[in-house]
């Protein structure tokens, strides 16, 4: 299949690996060679003897590491190795599984569900003993292969069919499931909540933040700034097929500098969506770091030019350096958060630099005598 070719080479290489390392009960003891275990267990006994020694420093410096000691008597794992013809075949109907599942739940690809890929759980299920071998993973991909086929020619497009969504959801999230006591014949309410932090990769770059839309009766979705010194610069519903999704929820939209909710409790909403924001620095700080910037880069301007004309005297160096450096030192040393710090990375990175070259102008100014009088 054309799709099944267009996979990069070192993603094919790595699922080929973690078949082989993830099928190795499939090998069997019987195939180890006696050379390569007594090789393997003398390595393994160089190594913890020279880590004993060190073992109580590790401790004391990574506390984690306390209950991981690697010198616990363990069997030698011998991988399985597969043919590239067989590999192929199981990737081909693995890949044509993953599109129709891919396709019905409609949020893109992922190398890391085994939606997309149902080779990934391979492994798992070699070492439940539900697979003894790759003939029989071969036979449970094309049962799952017929499965997905029929579900998807009873709709008139996968992403119409409710059992290959659930499918598919099974296949690439985790399920949940909390254990409530509720009252005996009388109404109750179940309220769930869960806090996700979001990461901003690229200072004033569009951050992108998945949720659930549609998971209970009703869903109340919020995005809160902690710090004050920053704001939401602009904050976008989208599904997952990227279109704006304001118009339909927009009775149950609130959306300030500092907050962002969303209510929804439609029948017929969207099953997930993101929320695409983008923060920026507020106002008053961000004048602030732009003046100094600003004239940091005028003194040193200021100083290259007299210094050029053999007019820079100690008195203009006084009144260029003195003030400019107290006000960027103001700056830099003041308290900010490590979002604000990161939005404002251009003035951060570039007023001291401005400052080191103004007083590296100096510096030859002085040691070059080419202070006027």
Known sequence: MKFAERLPFTERRSLRLYLEQGLSPFAGEEQVPVLVTRLSVLVERLVERQASRLRPWLLRRFP????????????????????????LRLRTDALAIGRCLRTALGEGRDPTSAADNPLLAAPLMAARGEVTSLDDLSDALKGLHAFVDALAMKSHRPRDSDALVALAEYGKRWQTIAWCDVPLDRPFVVTSQREVNF????????AKQE?????????????????????????????????????????????????????????????????????????????????????TWLAVALTAYLLRQHQLSAADLAVLVV?????????????????????????????????????????WAYWGHHLVP
């Open 64 to 87: 984690a590491l306390s209950g991981r000691w690697a010198g616990v008597a363990r069997p030698t794992k011998t991988y399985l190795h597969i043919e590239r013809a067989e590999f």
């Open 323 to 363: 003030p400019t450096t107290f006000g960027a030192s103001l700056f830099l040393t003041r308290e900010r958060t490590s979002l604000a710090r990161r939005l404002q990375w251009i003035s951060r990175l570039g007023t001291p630099f401005a400052v080191a070259s103004l007083w590296a102008l100096v510096a």
């Open 211 to 295: 949720f659930s839309l549609a998971d209970a009766r009703s869903n109340h979705v919020t995005l809160n700034l902690d710090d004050e010194n920053v704001e939401i610069a602009k904050a976008q519903l989208r599904g997952v097929d990227e279109k704006r999704l304001e118009n339909t929820y927009m009775n149950g939209l609130r959306q300030s500098r500092e907050h962002y909710s969303l209510y929804a409790s439609e029948p017929d909403r969207n099953r997930r969506a993101f929320i695409h924001f983008r923060l920026k620095v507020a106002l008053s700080i961000k004048v602030a770091a732009v003046t100094i910037h600003a004239v």
């Open 199 to 206: 990461q901003v990769k690229r200072p004033g770059s569009w």
